[in-house]
Structure formats: structure tokens, C-alpha cells
């Protein structure tokens, strides 16, 4: 049972270092660089825009009635909404929309790897997967991730601010006034080390469970299922741990 | 939007067949208690989580005003009607919809569905349709669990953290979760249920391709399950505030 819980945490670890060590020796090759910050950049930015505008929108209106409720006014909508997008749901909708995309398409290809013994042929030539596979994959995933969160949060701006002058009848200066007194550059370093973090979490996890998936067509679907499922859960517990840090220095 | 075109037929297709869930009663019950229980973990850790996470964002913004008083109303019903919801939702999506998208991927891939098929007995029935009510009921009645499991998480997170005192965190619960907020937050998680049921098995009923197949319609199942479920949340949201404003709640 100890052992049971145990084990996937040192895997973990141990495929994280080994995949940092390899990068602090600049072993890995330029090409599969740039060729996986663009499946991870390009790819899923159409995903992150879309759902990252529909949440700046709701959130707007949201807050809005909650607004009226305890101050009886919402002069203050727009520095709370960007603060709640850029601390809290700016990260971590960016990292779970990566993570449901590239980290399950991560774990599927290990595992149907695994199953036609690519991974055995690979080491009996002498190559560690995790140099070849993973090591790639964590850099591009802290540069996509950190880049497609500062994106979406200059898209939630222009979502909430449409939709603060569509349905509220805000007006344009006011609007980014209130913005520019309440943001503060704490609340970017947050935003930004949350996702870096999230970043950090999303190829290790997805590759682990690839590497120790069972054999056949079931043991594929239930590494990718674990994937997902094992980082959405990570992530959040990652998120309260990152803020309560951050809330003892603020 | 091809796909979503598919989907309703699929849904049809489904729908059509409803009657004769009566006779595939064993199959339901028994993805239903398999579905329930093994995701039950993940959506107590989401819920806790997700509580505890944005009752620390509320407590930091409030803090500036001098408002904790209104903490506990502010947080729970700032989480049941938008943030929780969607949260909780994706997190099921990849345990609930990815798990039961893999199962009948891989039995797609095996050649089961055809064998069922050839034995005279149509492979919706069998297979899709109680898959499709399990899903989608224990989805909700997972979300509706989740939310609950939230307010607990919050209230303790900021008791432990912040010193918040729970008496005065539940006794401001009334005064803003309001009939309205409880509406809201049961249509979505009935529609979020139905969306994950429906893409689901959607995906899981096409898969093609051998083992890679599989992990790549897992991949496809979680990632258009969150977009749905933005895209829901965003229509419920606005059709429902409209509604409430016309008879006069909101």
C-alpha cells in the first residue's frame, strides 16, 4: 500500500531530473525544440483564446450581481475580475486546456510505444526515452504554457471589457482606470510562476504514466485517462500550495 | 463544428433508443456504481480543492476592503454559480469521460462491437446506451457532490490558514446563495453531465486506428469536452440571468 503510493512519486522525480540534467548539458537537439513548442504553442492556442474569452465574459457578468449585492455598486468590476483571471483562472483553465491536449496525446504515444516495444529497441541501442522524449517536451511546455497564459490574459481583457460595455454600460476610461489601480505586478509574478509550475508538472506526469502503461489497446486509453485525470489533480493541488505561499508574502 | 453536427445524430440515435434502457437495466447499474466509485476520490480532491483555493483568493481581495465578514457568502456563491462548476467539470472530464471513452475505444479497436454485431444484437443498445445514462448521471450527481465537498474545503482552508471563523463563514452563506444561485448551479451540472455522456461515447464509438487510436480519441474526448463545457457554461449563464431578470429574481 505505501509502496503502491509511493512509487509513481519517485518515478516521477527521477524521469524530472533525469530530463533536467540532460538540458543543463544542452544534449537535446535544436529541431525537436522547436518542433514541440510548436505543437504545444501553436496547437492549443485556438483552444486556450476561445475558452479564456468565454470566461473573461462570464466572469464579468458574475461578478457584477455579486458586486451589487455587497456594495450596492460595480464601479470596481474590472480590477476584481482581472485580478481573480490573473492570479486564479488565467493559469490554471491555460494549463488544464494543455494538459487535456498535449499531455494526453503525450501519454497515448509513450504507451503505444511501449506496446509495439519501440521503447525496448530504443534501449537496446544504447538511448534513454526520457532524453529523447521527454527532455524536449518540458521546455516547450514552460515556454508555451507561460506564453499562452500572458496571451489569454491580454485576451480576457478585451473579452471583459466588451462584454463590461455591452451589458453594463461601462465606458472605455473608466474601465481600464479601475483596471490599472488594483493590477499590480504581483499579481503577473504569480500568474507566471503558477503556470511555470503547472508547466513543469503537465510532460512529467503524462510520461510516466505512459512509460507503465499495461499492454494492449486497454492499457493505452487507461495510461491517457491517467494522465489527464492525475494531472487535473496535481495542478489543482499545485494551485492552492502556490497561492498559499504567495499569500504569506503579500 | 462538422463533428457537433455528428454528435446530435448521435444523440438522436440514442435518444430513439431510450426505451430500451429498461432491458440493459444490469449494464447500467453496474457502469454506474464502476463509474461512481471510482471516480469518487477525484471529485472529493477537486471539490476540497477548488474551495480552498478560491476561498484564499476571495479572502486576499476582500482583505484590502476590510469585507472578510461577507467571505463565506461571497465565496460560495462566487464558486457554485461559475468558478466550480467548470472546475469540477473538467476535472471529471478526463476521470468520468476519458475512462469510459477508452473502454469502448478499445473495445472498438478489438473488433467486440463488430462481434456484438454479428450476433444480431445492435452495439448502441448494448453498449452506448447504458454507458451514455451512467455517464451522464453520475457526472451530475458527482457535480452536484463536488460543489457541496467545495464549500466544506473553503470553509476549512480559510479556518486553517486565515483564522476565518466557520460559524460566521456558514452564517453568510444565506444572505447571497440564493435561490437563483442553486438553479444555476443545477442546470450546468445537468448539462455538463449530458455533454460529457454524449462526447464520450461519441468519440469512444468511432475510435479507429489500433492502440494509437485509442489514446488519440481519449485525447479527443477530453480536450472538446472542456470546450463544450465552456461554451455551456456561457450559454446557460446568459440564457438564465436573462430569464431571472424577466420574472423578476434576479
Redesign the interface.
Known amino acids: 500500500m505505501f509502496y503502491k503510493l509511493i512509487h509513481p512519486i519517485e518515478e516521477t522525480f527521477l524521469i524530472l531530473v533525469r530530463s533536467l540534467s540532460v538540458l543543463l548539458r544542452f544534449k537535446t537537439s535544436a529541431k525537436d525544440l522547436w518542433q514541440q513548442c510548436y505543437e504545444f504553442g501553436n496547437r492549443t492556442f485556438g ?1 486556450v483564446a ?2 479564456v474569452t ?2 473573461g ?3 464579468v ?2 461578478y457584477s ?2 458586486m451589487k ?3 450596492g455598486n460595480d464601479s470596481m468590476i474590472p480590477a ?1 475580475v482581472m ?2 483571471l490573473a ?3 488565467a493559469p ?1 483553465v491555460t494549463a ?2 494543455i ?3 498535449m499531455g ?2 503525450i ?3 509513450l ?2 510505444m511501449k ?2 516495444e519501440q521503447i525496448d529497441a530504443y534501449r537496446l541501442l544504447g538511448l534513454n526515452i526520457v532524453d529523447l522524449y521527454v527532455a524536449p517536451r518540458l521546455v516547450a511546455s514552460i515556454f508555451a504554457n507561460v506564453c499562452l497564459t500572458m496571451i489569454a490574459i491580454a485576451i480576457t481583457v478585451i473579452g471583459a471589457w466588451g462584454s463590461a460595455v455591452y451589458f453594463l454600460n461601462f465606458s472605455t476610461g473608466p474601465f481600464f482606470h479601475s483596471l490599472l489601480v488594483f493590477l499590480s505586478p504581483f499579481d503577473f509574478i504569480l500568474m507566471t510562476t503558477k503556470s511555470a509550475c503547472f508547466a513543469i508538472v503537465i510532460p512529467v506526469i503524462s510520461a510516466y504514466c505512459g512509460l507503465h502503461a499495461r499492454h ?10 491517467n494522465a ?2 492525475g ?3 496535481t495542478i ?2 499545485l ?2 500550495v502556490v ?2 505561499v504567495f ?1 504569506k508574502f ?1 | 463544428m462538422n463533428t457537433a453536427i455528428k454528435q446530435l445524430a448521435f444523440l438522436g440515435e440514442i435518444i430513439k433508443r431510450m426505451p430500451l434502457l429498461w432491458k440493459e437495466r444490469r449494464e447500467f447499474t453496474l457502469q454506474f456504481a464502476d463509474v461512481a466509485i471510482r471516480s469518487l476520490s ?1 471529485t472529493i ?2 471539490g476540497i ?2 474551495g ?3 476561498a ?2 476571495f ?3 476582500l482583505k484590502d476592503f476590510g ?1 472578510e465578514s ?1 467571505l463565506g457568502g ?1 465565496n460560495t ?2 464558486t457554485i ?3 466550480g462548476p ?2 469540477i467539470a ?2 471529471l ?3 468520468v469521460g ?2 469510459t ?3 469502448l ?2 473495445m472498438k ?2 473488433d467486440q462491437i463488430q462481434a456484438v454485431r454479428c450476433l444480431g444484437i445492435d452495439p448502441i443498445t448494448f453498449f452506448v446506451l447504458p454507458r451514455f445514462c451512467a455517464v451522464a448521471l453520475t457526472a451530475v450527481l458527482l457535480l452536484i457532490f463536488g460543489l457541496v465537498i467545495s464549500v466544506l474545503g473553503g470553509m476549512t ?1 480559510v479556518w486553517a ?1 486565515a483564522g476565518v471563523n466557520p460559524d460566521q463563514y456558514l452564517l453568510t452563506i444565506s444572505r ?1 446563495a440564493s435561490n437563483t444561485s442553486l438553479i444555476l448551479a443545477t442546470t450546468k451540472s445537468v448539462a455538463f453531465g449530458i455533454l460529457m455522456g454524449l462526447i464520450c461515447c461519441y468519440h469512444g464509438y468511432q475510435t479507429t486506428g ?3 487510436g ?3 480519441s ?2 479527443k474526448t ?2 472538446q ?3 463544450a463545457i ?2 455551456a ?2 450559454a446557460i ?2 440564457i438564465l ?1 436573462t430569464i431571472f431578470r424577466l420574472i423578476g429574481w ?1
Request: aromatic share 10%; charged share 15%; with cysteine.
Open positions: 483552444i476561445l475558452c468565454f470566461m465574459i462570464i466572469l457578468t458574475e450581481f455579486h449585492l455587497v456594495i476584481f485580478i481573480m492570479r486564479e483562472l490554471i488544464l486546456l494538459t487535456s491536449k494526453a496525446s501519454a497515448a504515444e504507451a503505444a506496446n509495439s494492449g489497446a486497454e492499457g493505452v486509453g487507461e495510461a491517457t485517462t489527464v485525470v494531472n487535473s489533480i489543482i493541488i494551485d492552492f497561492t498559499y499569500s503579500y | 477525484t480532491t477537486a480543492f477548488t480552498a483555493v478560491l484564499l483568493q479572502h486576499l481581495q469585507a461577507v461571497l456563491s462566487g454559480r461559475e468558478v467548470i472546475l473538467f476535472m472530464a478526463g476521470k476519458a475512462y471513452s477508452a473502454e475505444g478499445s479497436v478489438t482552508a490558514i447571497f489500433g492502440t494509437f485509442v489514446g488519440e481519449v485525447r477530453a480536450v469536452s472542456m470546450v465552456v461554451i457554461d456561457f449563464t446568459s440571468e434576479a
